[in-house]
């Protein structure tokens, strides 16, 4: 079966940087893409960018372009999210998604949610 | 502000239906992209309920059906059960290839 088993939770100061890590089994891992999805308390979910496993491209959200990097190792199955120069409103839940595609892309297993604090 | 309008609630008694909208614009529902519906229980990561506007994926019951109009989308549940208490989002796409997502709707069963 499908699963994306994520990294623990980081706590971090504003400024430094996380990396957060998407470990994914149970399907052909370069035939789909990852999203990364995040949900700031009491806000709702925010797309943040996504990767091609097959080959690397990504397509980040205006919001975090220029912070975040996303990469894939493929001898791993494993997907990352750095997000640099972190600011307090940093502070969420920070989800990866398997890409699907039909018109359009959509998620269709999520992994368990990373919770990263942000905080002097 | 999200790309995507929904009402931040909803509510109904057991058994009855509700429904949920989602409301886009010429760049993303009315440009052809599909709808997809996630329901995220309190502490649970959000789970895929409805893809490419009317399908359900293997496991989820069909009390739960979408439909889409144009630059718009809804969600129905039918005979509502105290376990769908639960948030609800929308997502769709946009033409500048970004994926997009609705405000999100607290669903409450009473």
């Known amino acids: 079966q499908v699963q994306l088993l994520q990294s623990g939770a980081e706590v971090k100061k504003p400024g430094t940087s996380v990396k957060v890590s998407c470990k994914a089994s149970g399907y052909i891992f370069t035939n789909y893409g990852i999203s990364w999805v995040r949900q700031a308390p009491g806000q709702g979910l925010e797309w943040m960018g996504g990767i091609s496993a097959y080959n690397g491209n990504t397509k980040y959200a205006q919001k975090v372009q220029g912070r975040v990097i996303m990469t894939t190792d493929t001898s791993t199955t494993t997907a990352y999210m750095e997000l640099r120069s972190l600011r307090s409103d940093d502070t969420a839940i920070y989800f990866c998604?398997?890409?699907?595609?039909?018109?359009?892309?959509?998620?269709?297993?999520w992994g368990q949610g990373t919770l990263v604090s942000v905080s002097s | 502000q999200s790309v995507l309008t929904q009402p931040p609630s909803v509510s109904g008694a057991p058994g009855q239906r509700v429904t949920i909208s989602c409301t886009g614009s010429?760049?993303?529902?009315?440009?052809?992209?599909?709808v997809h519906w996630y329901q995220r229980l309190p502490g649970t990561a959000p789970k895929l309920l409805i893809y490419?506007?009317?399908n359900r994926p293997s496991g989820v019951p069909d009390r739960f059906s979408g439909s889409k109009s144009g630059a718009s989308a809804s969600l129905a549940i039918t005979g509502l059960q105290a376990e769908d208490e639960a948030d609800y989002y929308c997502?769709?796409?946009?033409?500048?290839?970004?994926?997009?997502f609705g405000g999100g709707t607290k669903l409450t069963v009473l």
């Open positions: 010429s760049s993303n529902i009315g440009a052809g992209f599909d």
């Open positions: 998604a398997r890409e699907a595609r039909r018109v359009g892309v959509y998620c269709d297993y």
């Open positions: 490419a506007n009317t």
């Open positions: 997502q769709s796409y946009d033409s500048s290839l970004s994926m997009i």
